[in-house]
């Protein structure tokens, strides 16, 4: 029997998306044709405006699951869907991961009574509260021997139990297995815990959150996978509402979501799914892609040519393989490939910067057609690139910049705020806190000079794409400078532990030196702060989330348009405040706890002081065209974008880490692999994995790229070691090497 579902293999840029919507086109024009046939032969009459709509889609109308990797490529994969057939037809658009979170939410009531749950509406946890909540759980047992025998700190073991809890989910094994699994997977393994207690403690963990209507990722994805999918009253209700799936890039997916799809196929469901045998990116944090092949058995298999011919791939991606698996081969790459070598890496950030800067200003390459790939992007080098390349007015935009929010100066001025208002948090505030906070919320939005004329000169696009003209536009001043704020902070700053205060400014005998605009800005500042206060006292501010609020929108927003990495930083923490406050209240509501009135105000202070990375806020992405800027990204955020560009600066290119794939691996991640549950893994396994990760990293980068490739390699690292990592090979084998010792820097050209 000829299968109706279609496997589409093809490597990165080989056009299995568009080949996946192409395929759903077909479905849809066939049913269209095969229901009119139907319609006339039943009623004599050929289509006619007045038929119903709905009549032409009998099979297709209950709706379309279109799912993909990661939330950017959904929402890309939805609009051209939504395109291609106009709007026509139900399309609902999801990753693996949230699709499990609607289902296990809209069907809680069902969960409730074959679990025997509280009857409780169902709240998620994000990332960093999980952590929080599961240390404070956890405390008690996670004594100073735990800790050395585990070999790392409180937060790190916290995070890798709860990652065992997540890949055991993701594999569809339930909590109870995952002593066992350890136990074979580890065997005499001595320098790890016992398996039975971190099992233990994921199951006091789950039951826990369960009794409390909690959900995290990993307590989803078990309900889903062990009660919700073999249940029959879901399985009839998910089948009504979906008889065709599509999924792309599915070898980045959980082995759960194929119990999902045999599901579908085998209540008559019509599948599409594309595969790139050189993807896999989230091996090793969750995605299982050999399990996941299994499913072509069940599909007519398509594969498609290779990457399009502008690409490197089919030219260098032989060369390199070799190179890099045969060390002693002696073999030299093309002049498509350049090398910058330097000794130190202060240097090779610097000659990075400025090779990139000196091929757009001479027009040989566009902003947009730069990128920028490393395995690790520390604080440095994201600051010196970045730096460098501003000062050039070339924009440089971050991939998926998850940096933590305390890192932004304006967090922690309104997070000083908190501790001014709010009784019982004067420890938590100093003088440089506070004169920071007096320069952040002293800024005054001003045009400049000829604004007016400089705005008519630039087109609308031009001024979202172009971060230059954003900060020409939108040019920022403060009316406290450092040096005054230093001042007021040192002589009008009086701490004290439960009501830190702020003197007028008066105080100062020399207070004639913070001049008239310094001292207006302070006195409304003071003047704001009192009003608060006394809201406060008579509780007429409902929750701190309100009194951030309005912080933002009197000395932030003032009817300006803040820069959009400022924004999103705003909008993340007022998403993770309300989010923390909302699972406070649910606790309280299970368990009152005596506390002090503002001990939870305190502990989220100190949740973010911590460095917690929180979620990104939604939307991710500014709204409107693609910037028009060098992009920045590690190895794992760029393969995941699925981006292309014309010229690639790959980073260190001597860092071991090239054989990591630029993300760390979970613990325990290879024992919970379909084909291999709880087996041992091995030195040997792990040195041939890196191979391989290797062998598909550089398969796929020279698929994304088009014209030239730079390896950017400095004999030391930051920590002054020689970096000997696997792709020092193909910097050897360069011909065209601009090194440090290069008279003058110029351009590969010239």
């Not at 910067?353 to 992007?377: C, D, F, T």
Request: hydrophobic share 40%; net charge negative.
């Amino acid at each position: 029997m000829v299968s109706h579902s279609v496997w589409i293999v093809g490597t990165s840029r080989s056009g299995k998306t568009a080949r996946l919507v192409e395929q759903f086109c077909n479905w849809v024009k066939s049913e269209n044709q095969y229901t009119e046939s139907f319609y006339t032969k039943k009623t004599g009459r050929k289509k006619g405006a007045y038929v119903p709509e709905f009549l032409y889609l009998k099979q297709i109308e209950p709706g379309v699951l279109v799912l993909a990797a990661n939330d950017d490529n959904r929402r890309e994969l939805g609009d051209i869907i939504v395109t291609s057939t106009l709007g026509k037809y139900p399309v609902r658009a999801k990753t693996p991961l949230g699709f499990f979170q609607d289902e296990v939410i809209l069907f809680w009531p069902l969960l409730i009574n074959s679990l025997n749950l509280k009857a409780q509406f169902p709240v998620r946890l994000r990332p960093e509260t999980e952590q929080e909540l599961a240390t404070k759980l956890w405390r008690p047992q996670l004594d100073e021997e735990i800790l050395r025998i585990a070999g790392v700190n409180e937060s790190r073991l916290v995070r890798r139990i709860l990652d065992l809890l997540q890949l055991a989910a993701y594999s569809g094994v339930p909590c109870e297995d995952i002593a066992q699994i350890l136990a074979r997977g580890l065997g005499e393994n001595t320098t790890t815990l016992e398996p039975e207690f971190l099992a233990s403690l994921l199951l006091d963990w789950r039951n826990w959150c369960l009794e409390r209507g909690l959900l995290t990722y990993g307590i989803i994805t078990e309900l889903y996978s062990q009660h919700l999918l073999s249940d029959r009253n879901y399985q009839q209700h998910l089948t009504k509402r979906y008889q065709a799936i599509l999924a792309d890039d599915v070898d980045d997916y959980p082995s759960v979501a194929r119990l999902l799809f045999d599901l579908l196929l085998d209540r008559g469901a019509v599948g599409a799914f594309s595969y790139n045998p050189d993807g896999a990116v989230r091996l090793g944090l969750g995605a299982d892609p050999k399990y996941l092949e299994g499913l072509a058995e069940r599909c007519r298999v398509e594969i498609l040519s290779g990457p399009p011919p502008e690409s490197l791939s089919e030219q260098l991606t032989k060369q390199m393989v070799e190179l890099v698996t045969e060390p002693m081969v002696l073999l030299s790459l093309p002049k498509t490939v350049y090398s910058i070598q330097t000794t130190s890496r202060a240097q090779l950030l610097r000659q990075t910067a400025e090779e990139i800067a000196n091929a757009i200003q001479s027009q040989q390459v566009q902003a947009e057609e730069v990128a920028i790939i490393a395995p690790g992007l520390d604080a440095i080098a994201r600051y010196t690139l970045v730096e460098i390349l501003v000062k050039q007015n070339i924009p440089v935009e971050s991939l998926n910049d998850q940096r933590p929010l305390i890192s932004s100066p304006v967090i922690r001025a309104l997070l000083t705020m908190l501790a001014l208002v709010y009784p019982g948090l004067g420890r938590l505030v100093d003088r440089d806190a506070v004169a920071e906070m007096l320069v952040v919320l002293s800024r005054k939005q001003q045009l400049p000079e000829n604004s007016t004329d400089a705005m008519n000169r630039v087109s609308t696009t031009d001024a979202m794409n172009r971060v230059s003209t954003t900060d020409a536009m939108n040019r920022v001043s403060t009316n406290i400078d450092p040096v005054r704020a230093g001042l007021i902070a040192d002589y009008c700053f009086v701490p004290h532990p439960d009501r830190p205060n702020l003197l007028p400014v008066s105080t100062f005998e020399r207070w004639d030196r913070i001049g008239y605009a310094a001292t207006t800005a302070y006195n409304e500042i003071l003047e704001w702060l009192e009003q608060q206060r006394s809201q406060q006292e008579l509780r007429l501010i409902p929750s701190p989330i309100s009194l951030l609020d309005r912080a933002i929108q009197r000395f932030l927003w003032n009817g300006s348009n803040l820069p959009y990495e400022q924004l999103a930083a705003l909008r993340e923490l007022l998403e993770t405040a309300q989010h923390y406050w909302e699972i406070d209240t649910r606790l309280r509501q299970i368990a009152p706890v005596e506390t002090t009135p503002h001990t939870t105000i305190i502990e989220f202070i100190q949740l973010l002081r911590r460095g917690t990375i929180t979620a990104n806020p939604y939307p991710v992405r500014p709204i409107g065209g693609a910037r028009k800027a060098v992009t920045l990204a590690t190895i794992f955020q760029y393969r995941s974008s699925r981006r292309s560009h014309r010229w690639h600066f790959w980073l260190d290119a001597g860092s071991p880490l090239w054989a990591k794939g630029g993300a760390a691996t979970l613990f325990g991640a290879p024992f919970f692999l379909r084909d291999r549950l709880g087996e041992p893994w091995t030195a040997e396994e792990e040195k041939l994995a890196e191979e391989q990760r290797l062998q598909r990293i550089l398969t796929d980068l020279l698929s994304r790229v088009s014209e030239r490739v730079y390896l950017c390699h400095s004999d030391l690292a930051v920590n002054g070691q020689e970096q000997l990592g696997p792709l020092l090979p193909l910097v050897n084998a360069c011909v065209t090497v601009i090194s440090e010792s290069t008279e003058k820097f110029r351009s590969p050209t010239s």
